[in-house]
């Protein structure tokens, strides 16, 4: 134990970093790796869609933005799944404080997912960027620390690279219900801007979540399953990028939900749809 953190052997075998302060651990059932290629690398087909972006525009950047680095485990399932292939990545971590990745760097090789990559860790700690170079592969990784909510609204954040893809994996909207609100992903949905499509993946499925994507103006699915969840949820700016969308059948049970209501400030509670979100979702293009 360090710092807060503590290594963590799960039902599996596998080890994972749990951080005592929120009482959350990361990748809980399956593990570190096999969720983050679950959720992350197959669910938002990077492999296929970073090939086929060198093949669109080739010399420009594919562009991930990790929401919630947290202890590494999906950015660098991530880049090592793409290092085989041509082309050139751009990765924009985001967390509030770099401690549970020092922790992690500290247990590479029992939690196993760093790989070749524990330089490449060691470079963006020490400097908050790392370079990844593997034959025709090239990658520029950089963190931003501080609190994300307050920096999205802010012109630097409008500067960003336009992402690809996001990886958001913040703490539970219980724990940590600031990075879960109706403006977040509303600003979120207008710097993932139209003209480069953009899937985002996440480990929850529920209804409130969803509801808020779509009231922010994403188009929404059922997400693949993963460890003990049967649904995981993928959001995209564009409906063709979107394998399973949530139908109106789901719309009649958001519908019914007891906790349904977006949160629009960062405090949890649970509440049915308002009547102005009810005709908000039921003029939503995906239901049309």
Known sequence: MSDGYQLVQLRNG??????????ETFHPVVGPEEEAEALYVRQLQLVQR?????????????????VGLGA????????????????????????????????????AV?????????????????????????????????????DFPSQLPTDTAQRWPKPHCILFDAY???????????????????LAVDHTPCTLATYSRATLLRVTL?????????????????????????????????TRAWLQRALRSTSAEP????????EPLSEASRRSLAAHPQFQ
């Open 72 to 107: 590494g485990a999906n950015v660098l399932v991530a880049v090592r799944s793409l290092m085989r292939i041509q082309g050139t990545l751009r990765i924009l971590s985001f967390d509030h404080t770099l401690s549970p990745l020092r922790f992690a760097l500290s247990h």
């Open 263 to 270: 949160m629009h400030e960062p405090i949890y509670r649970q």
């Open 214 to 246: 779509l009231q922010a103006g994403w188009h929404v699915g059922v997400g693949h399953a993963t460890g003990e969840k049967d649904e995981t949820t993928l959001a995209a700016n564009r409906g063709d990028l979107i394998e399973n969308p949530l």
């Open 172 to 190: 539970s909207p219980a724990r940590n219900p600031a990075m879960w609100t109706l403006p977040l992903f509303t600003r979120l949905r207008a």
């Open 14 to 23: 596998t080890w994972s970093v749990r951080c005592l302060e929120v009482a």
């Open 110 to 146: 029992r939690l196993g997912y760093f790989g070749t990559l524990q330089p490449t860790v060691g470079q963006l700690l020490d400097s908050g960027s790392a370079h990844v170079s593997s034959g025709s592969f090239e990658a520029r990784w950089d963190v931003i620390t501080g």
């Open 50 to 66: 970073f090939e086929r972006h060198r093949e669109a525009s080739p010399g420009t950047p594919f562009v991930i933005w990790d």
